[in-house]
């Protein structure tokens, strides 16, 4: 194995804190074609039980260390190319430990266009340059008329050209710009000032107008505003290095050392001390003001995309209601409450427009017909839009439910969040080809409430609207993540082989989109598959994508129990082996299986690790890791923001989860927050230790600011309205962010307060704080 290789596999399994051998197997596998999930699941033995939250960090660092070796390289080979690398230089760009510190080393060397510096070089100038900065006892303005030519007509060009060559040589000191780099990040600050004339357009930037705070305090949410209000020429921003009242500078102090500039009162040391004032000034502090913007974006965009992916993770792996005939209700006031029948299956059986609101209040009408499909059809569940008319559509239900005891129906309130995208989808038109574009809406919210997962991966994820500030995140970086999530969450649950959309199908280890089209023809052609083994009739599904695939993909009552369960087929004689050793039937059968002794049955191919997996997946084969499904009961009388009063304690639903807080939906069209502080008795680092998007959760009204729509809520019910909670510095807001739970179609504004104070100090945080738009 090259040395190179097997550094970049120590490296990681150091960040890791895993064996080396962990992380080569797995590098091994994943450039073998193997997929994370694949590997996870059913090569355990390989990798030693990495899972695939530790292989996601192992590929996405493994390709970030490949691209520094090949840049690294690249450095190498450009710099001996100009015949400039010697022992030295070499050494340390081979311990460059990162591609900043590769691009510090190869700032002198890097192919520019023709600068000050290399101008007077040409002009004969380094001389000089060299020699005031060695022997400053010598007068600039003397020595300098002995490099006076026709180019350089006069001393003060001469000095200008040796200022030129010093400032380009201290700019590109790769161990000076570092350290430099770190310092200011440690010292530093953002400041932002609101641009003349633009308080009223940039309003919403307000809390920016006249900002300061530390680099290393700045949360992800923030920074992201603030480049918001630059991109969109509200705020002017600054990175100020953190000592610019002192003279000279840190900076320009650490600069001198460096050279050994010190004035000492001879005749060069003012010329020099100017000359290292003019580098910090015009060359390096621009550079790392440049280096510390892209570092700070960086932050920010990795921290909202774990969030993102955070929150997209809990809301496709929500409880699924399961296989009951549903009836999908998509709110409307004027163009009516648009209905769909789904059977148990998810198949469309009826659909129809209901007008039960304003303007034509045809309430009885509306509810006599919900109750005819209902009873001709069978309808268990009742999923309700949470957007415009929600709140009256749900009561609509509730109005149903009590005249029609007999129907035993559940009602629930679901996201539509990017319903409307589905509908209007290429999909959705070959999927429900003979629909009205304004009913797929309702079947997508009926479908979604019998199994999220299912219904979700057919909208790109970045409509689903759980995230913050998304469209300021890289689309590439977030996509990436957002694509590992859906694929992660799809293969956790497994997928029914049988009923699999080719969306669905798309995100199951080892199937691409063309495969997941023929799996889906052959289905319809041939029926349904009856063993995993019929799947090696698929056109161009060779035996790498029946290995990747096989596992994920389940068969409820095939020809084989186990095609329902995650044993992987590779693995099915282990399971007669045991069978045979057991002498009973295996499959459910708890007593049996907890009784045998999983090292009994490991062999050179099958260790511990997937043993054991197999004698769990024997207890409940095909078990779903989702929880079990339950719907929250808003409270009667509780509609708008105007019927919550402080000390009311309600059941809602977690819409979404920041790093402040949690957003609750409580049924009156308008999210509230409970903030971190509010979250638990104990101490909360991540809110999503303590809830996640789709819980059902009891929580007391705090504030209610029915003006600005801001409600104040907490998960601990004996918080007292009004109280002092532990006074906290103002923090600002989330003004300007797109994207968020709940809510409107394709993700609905959020303008949301970032950390507001505990409690009865809420109300002048919920002042500064939006809290999405309505439903």
Not at 732 to 755: I, M, N
């Amino acid at each position: 194995m090259p040395v190179v290789t097997t550094a970049i596999h120590q490296r990681i399994a150091d960040e890791l804190g895993v064996r080396a051998g962990q992380v080569s197997a797995a590098v091994e596998l994943l450039d073998g074609g193997s997929t994370v999930p694949f590997i996870a699941r059913y090569r355990k033995e390989a990798t030693g039980a990495l899972d695939d939250a530790q292989l996601r960090t192992l590929e996405e660092r493994l390709g970030y260390l490949r691209e520094l070796e090949e840049r690294r390289a690249a450095v190498l080979e450009s710099i001996r190319s100009q015949g400039k690398l010697d022992d030295a230089l070499e050494a340390a760009i081979l311990a460059a430990d990162s591609k900043a510190r590769l691009e510090d080393l190869y700032l002198p060397y890097k192919p520019k266009r023709r600068t000050k510096a290399q101008i007077a070089r040409e002009q004969g100038l380094e001389p000089l340059a060299d020699g005031l900065l060695t022997d400053p006892t010598q007068d600039p303005q003397v020595v300098a008329k002995d490099y006076l030519t026709e180019e350089v007509p006069d001393v003060a060009a001469a000095l200008q050209g040796a200022r030129a060559i010093l400032v380009e040589r201290f700019g590109e000191d790769g161990d000076l710009i570092g350290e430099l780099r770190e310092r200011m990040w440690s010292r530093g600050r953002v400041a932002s000032k609101v641009r003349e004339g633009k308080e009223e357009e940039g309003a919403k930037f307000s809390d920016y107008f006249d900002f300061s705070e530390p680099f290393g305090k700045l949360p992800s949410h923030r920074i992201l505003a603030l480049f918001r209000g630059e991109k969109e020429e509200v705020l002017d921003l600054h990175l100020e290095p953190g000592d610019d009242d002192e003279e000279p500078s840190s900076y320009e102090v650490a600069i001198a050392a460096r050279f050994g500039v010190d004035n000492q009162g001879r005749p060069a040391d003012k010329w020099l001390a100017d000359t290292v004032r003019w580098a910090w000034r015009t060359r390096i502090l621009v550079h790392l003001g440049i280096d510390l913007r892209s570092r700070l974006r960086q932050f920010a965009e990795d921290e909202a995309v774990k969030v993102f992916a955070s929150n997209l993770r809990d809301l496709l792996l929500a409880a699924p209601a399961g296989t009951r005939a549903t009836m999908g209700l998509d709110p409307g006031f004027r163009t009516g409450v648009k209905v769909a029948v789904v059977d148990a299956t998810g198949k469309v059986v009826a659909t129809d427009t209901i007008y039960p609101h304003v303007p034509a209040n045809k309430w009885d009408e509306s509810i006599a017909k919900l109750a005819a499909l209902a009873h001709k059809h069978s309808v268990d569940l009742i999923a309700i839009g949470n957007g415009t008319a929600s709140r009256e559509t749900d009561k609509l239900a509730a109005d149903l439910l009590k005249r029609h005891p007999e129907l035993k129906l559940t009602k629930a309130v679901v996201s539509e969040a990017g319903a409307s995208v589905y509908s209007a989808s290429a999909f959705a038109s070959a999927e429900l080809p003979g629909l009205d574009v304004s009913l797929r809406g309702a079947v997508s919210i009926a479908r979604r409430l019998q199994d999220p997962l299912a219904e979700l991966v057919k909208i790109d994820p970045k409509s689903i609207g759980v995230g913050q500030y998304q469209h300021d995140i890289t689309e590439t970086k977030l996509s990436r993540s957002l694509d590992a999530v859906v694929e992660d969450c799809v293969n956790a649950v497994g997928v029914d082989l049988n009923t699999a959309s080719v969306p669905l199908l798309t995100r199951v280890s080892g199937i691409t989109a063309g495969l997941a089209e023929n799996i889906v023809q052959h289905r319809d052609a041939n029926g349904p598959f009856r063993t995993r083994r019929a799947l090696k009739d698929v056109p161009r599904l060779g035996p790498k994508a029946f290995e990747q695939c096989a596992g994920f993909l389940r068969i409820p009552n095939g020809d084989d129990p186990l095609d329902a369960s995650a044993v992987h087929p590779e693995a099915y004689p282990v399971v007669r082996r045991i069978q045979e050793h057991a002498g009973v039937e295996l499959i459910g059968n708890t007593k049996v299986l907890k009784s045998l002794r999983p090292e009994q049955f490991v062999d050179e191919q099958f260790g511990l690790p997937t043993v054991t997996d197999i004698l769990r997946e024997l207890e409940k084969p095909g078990r779903d890791p989702r929880p079990a499904f339950k719907t929250a009961t808003f409270a009667e009388g509780v509609e708008k923001i105007a019927d919550l009063k402080p000390g009311m304690v309600l059941e809602g639903v977690v819409t979404n989860v920041a790093a402040f807080g949690a957003f609750v939906d409580i049924g009156v069209h308008q999210d509230g927050l409970v903030h971190i502080s509010a979250l638990s008795n104990t101490y909360v680092k991540d809110p999503r230790d303590v809830v996640k998007s789709g819980d059902v959760v009891r929580v007391k009204v705090l504030e209610v600011d029915i003006a600005r729509k801001r409600i104040g809520l907490t998960l601990r019910l004996e918080d007292e309205p009004g109280r002092k909670g532990p006074q906290q510095r103002d923090q600002r807001d989330q003004r300007g962010s797109r994207g968020g739970g709940g809510g409107g179609r394709g993700g609905k504004p959020q303008q949301r307060q970032e950390r507001p104070p505990a409690n009865g100090a809420m109300a002048e945080a919920l002042r500064r704080a939006g809290l999405g738009g309505s439903k």
